[in-house]
């Protein structure tokens, strides 16, 4: 069964303090790996798509990263608008739809 | 360029009773998705439109869950009747036409509905 797990559920970080998030998924074949960022309230905001293991992308004082089990989202010099929660989703290469298969999300909080 | 438009933003109903949600995607996306997501989880897709022809939805409870997406643009989910396990944001997402697969999703606010 496919499936995503993100880690840790929830992380307090002071600002500039630098940490990484995960993302551990079991997917049969992967087509992409999707990282959101949703605020209270809102619908998920796109951040980065990752298509082959080695993969980098980075936006800001954001950077994913991708191998063939895990994803991490690392967080370098965190401001308080950084504060979110991050989703993590697979589109399983078993499916020729756009279904996104989500984990449970990472909620990031940055005290100033 | 607007973004994925939804309406209406909360709803409160009583168990039973039954709702609609509307929702306006991205000008020229093809394909239109149906998320449901409950408190402290991920989105789960409800159901996926290419046009207005239904690609998936194998997770649409179908005894009480239907949507439409009437001349390929708007789409319209209903529920009825609610349930009290139906609490959730609904989130409506569109992708342009192309490569379905590996497309990216863009998401509206979503409708916050409450049931009591």
């Known amino acids: 069964e496919d499936q995503v797990t993100q880690s840790p559920e929830a992380l307090r970080l002071q600002e500039g303090e630098s940490s990484s998030l995960n993302c551990s998924y079991t997917v049969s074949g992967l087509r992409g790996l999707f990282w959101y960022r949703q605020d209270p309230g809102k619908g998920p905001e796109f951040l980065f798509t990752?298509?082959?293991a080695g993969e980098e992308k980075e936006k800001e004082r954001l950077k994913a990263t991708l191998t063939k089990k895990e994803s991490f989202l690392h967080i370098t010099a965190p401001k308080p608008e950084d504060s979110a929660t991050y989703l993590c989703?697979?589109?399983?290469?078993?499916?020729?739809?756009?279904?996104?298969?989500f984990g449970q999300g990472t909620t990031l909080q940055v005290k100033p | 360029e607007a973004g994925v438009a939804q309406s209406p933003r909360y709803k409160i109903i009583e168990k039973r009773q039954s709702v609609a949600f509307w929702c306006n995607p991205i000008?020229?996306?093809?394909?239109l998705y149906w998320y449901q997501q409950i408190l402290g989880q991920g989105p789960k897709l409800l159901i996926q439109f290419q046009n207005n022809g239904v690609v998936d939805d194998s997770q649409l409870p179908k005894d009480r869950f239907s949507a439409e997406r009437l001349k390929g643009v708007d789409s319209t989910l209903k529920i009825q009747p609610a349930k009290l396990e139906d609490s959730a944001v609904y989130l409506c997402?569109?992708?342009?036409?192309?490569?379905?697969?590996?497309?990216?999703?863009?998401f509206g606010p979503g409708t916050r509905l409450l049931v009591l």
């Open positions: 990752l298509y082959s």
């Open positions: 989703a697979v589109q399983p290469g078993s499916s020729n739809t756009g279904k996104l298969i």
């Open positions: 000008s020229g996306h093809a394909t």
């Open positions: 997402a569109s992708s342009p036409a192309g490569e379905i697969s590996q497309e990216t999703q863009y």
